[in-house]
Nanobody
Framework: QVQLVESGGGLVQAGGSLRLSCEVS????????MGWFRQTPGKEREFVAT????????YYTDLVKGRFTISRDSAKSTVYLQMNRLKPEDTAIYYC??????????????????WGQGTQVTVSS
């Protein structure tokens, strides 16, 4: 059983920064890929960013490219999402996700097997 625990959400003004953390309960060499998604009421969960534990290749939605950075610390079994120049439209619940086996696709919720409980990010204008 894999457990993901997110932290770091909160309220920030537009233009500000937040860093989300996701601690993974298992040794991360068993996890090919981690991702961040976000969701607002009435909408589907939306892909934000992904990273592979080996090689650390990253991909982002165009909506956050250049503002958000995903990274991982294998020693701490933790993946991060550094969010800079936040905008009100970034307001959402942010979820960490883990894919336990490699897939060619990475931007759909169905590409991931385990999810955290979510952390609220609110950006005021």
């Amino acid at each position: 059983q894999v457990q993901l625990v997110e932290s770091g959400g909160g309220l920030v003004q537009a233009g500000g920064s937040l860093r989300l953390s996701c601690e993974v309960s298992v040794r991360t060499f068993n996890i090919p890929r981690m991702g961040w998604f976000r969701q607002t009421p009435g909408k589907e969960r939306e892909f934000v960013a992904t990273i592979r534990w080996s090689g650390s290749s990253t991909y982002y939605t165009d909506l956050v490219k250049g503002r958000f950075t995903i990274s991982r610390d294998s020693a701490k079994s933790t993946v991060y999402l550094q969010m800079n120049r936040l905008k009100p439209e970034d307001t959402a619940i942010y979820y960490c996700a883990a894919a336990l086996w490699y897939r060619n696709s990475y931007s759909y919720a169905a590409d991931y097997d385990y999810w955290g409980q979510g952390t609220q990010v609110t950006v005021s204008s």
